[in-house]
């Protein structure tokens, strides 16, 4: 009796060994079915592809996509080029248009001084609108040591206005 149950668990050893391995068997089958339909689905995206190994199939790949990677850098470096110039262009035709339209308004720019009393000056300066044009006079005036009394600022069409009393 001895020797029967003996065989009954050396069978379930190796039914249970049996039945591991053809768990790893499938495990496996069922990952190279992966690789190779990822292989097929890579080898129909790359449009050169020399070989049909593995390793060449991989190798091709990183080839085609440094050169991918340098096409976006060069398409990258071109945009920025033209907006460039797109940005410059657009700033001279602004820079035309309040030019134009100070002709057609008949405008000149200008810088009237007009003495109000012994401490009290006016001053009515009229230009072409100009980015942060506003703070640097402001603060050309103040470095002189004069202080701003009455201000009045006006823009119209890319032709600006100030209107300043200053105390001497």
Do not use: W
Request: aromatic share 6%; net charge positive.
């Amino acid at each position: 009796m001895m020797k029967r149950d003996q065989e009954i668990v050396l069978a379930k050893k190796t039914t249970k060994e049996t039945d591991f391995r053809s768990r790893n068997l499938i495990a496996e089958r069922n990952r190279r079915a992966k690789l190779k339909e990822r292989l097929m689905a890579l080898r129909s995206v790359v449009p050169t592809i020399t070989n049909m190994k593995k390793e060449t199939i991989i190798d091709d790949a990183v080839n085609y996509v440094i050169e991918l990677k340098k096409f976006v850098k060069d398409l990258r470096d071109q945009l920025s080029g033209a907006e460039a110039a797109l940005e410059e262009e657009e700033k001279q035709e602004h820079k035309n248009g309040i030019t134009l339209e100070m002709e057609k308004l008949n405008v000149e720019g200008e810088v009237k001084v007009t003495q109000i009393n012994e401490k009290k000056i006016m001053v009515n300066v009229i230009c072409e609108s100009k980015r942060r044009g506003f703070t640097k006079l402001i603060e050309t005036i103040s470095g002189q040591g004069f202080e701003l009394t009455d201000m009045n600022f006006t823009n119209f069409k890319g032709v600006t206005q100030f209107i300043f009393c200053v105390e001497v």
